[in-house]
């Protein structure tokens, strides 16, 4: 079977890359991580953050071990080639979809604070409530040739990664908004999503030209 050289590090490095990219939407847990992260403090807004990490590593497995098996009856390289070029113009379609839509709604939030482990658990139930995010894993991880099968360290340094990378979104988005505070608007998370559905569909342009002219 052909397979990519695999590198532990640089699997690890695209794990990032995709939990990233997975977590920056403001979707509902987005819009009430922020809305926690204002109101109640930075730590409860981490916590629901986490909990949708934990959610999104939990889909990103399912995704890999089912690629996986389909990947063990792939022998050419073409095959990778096409995958890869799938993963490109889903990703874009991604992008655009980010871009135009609109921030959710999230769940109208209780008044009271309740514990760390109660804000995880609630944005945990939230991120896993939508399923769809497997088709997300599915043109992050063609595009970037993520899942490696018969190599279980490396691809487990890759699983590492998009939880890391996860952890490191919302760890920088609440400590940003700790500091700004109150000059935070709502009409930001509009722009948010704008700025990361332009940069998803230039990556996703770059990475189709790479695949089909490299």
């Known amino acids: ?93 991604f992008g655009a979809y980010t871009y135009y839509c609109k921030p959710a709604e999230p769940h109208k939030a209780s008044g009271r604070r309740g514990t760390l482990w109660h804000n995880m658990f609630t944005g945990f139930a939230i991120t896993v409530s939508n399923p769809l995010i497997i088709v997300l894993f599915l043109a992050l991880f063609a595009r970037f040739g993520f899942v490696v099968p018969e190599h279980p360290a490396e691809q487990a340094f890759g699983y590492a990664g998009v939880m890391t990378g996860a952890v490191v979104w919302w760890f920088s988005l609440t400590t940003a908004l700790n500091r700004i505070g109150s000059r935070f608007e709502m009409g930001t998370i509009t722009l948010l999503n704008r700025l990361l559905g332009l940069l998803v569909m230039a990556a996703s342009v770059v990475g189709l030209f790479y695949t089909l002219f490299r």
């Not at 629901?48 to 009856?73: K, N, P």
Request: overall charge positive; glycine content about 12%; charged content about 10%.
């Open 1 to 93: 079977m052909w397979i990519e050289p695999v590198n532990a590090i640089d699997l690890a490095v695209r794990g990032m890359v995709v939990g990233i990219v997975a977590s920056a939407p403001m979707g509902p847990v987005g819009v009430l991580t922020v809305q926690r992260t204002l109101n109640k403090g930075r730590w409860y807004g981490f916590a629901t953050g986490i909990g949708a990490a934990l959610s999104d590593l939990i889909y990103a497995l399912v995704t890999g071990f089912g690629m996986s098996f389909v990947m063990d009856f792939i022998e050419r390289p073409t095959t990778i080639h096409y995958l890869k070029l799938l993963g490109s113009i889903l990703l874009f379609c």
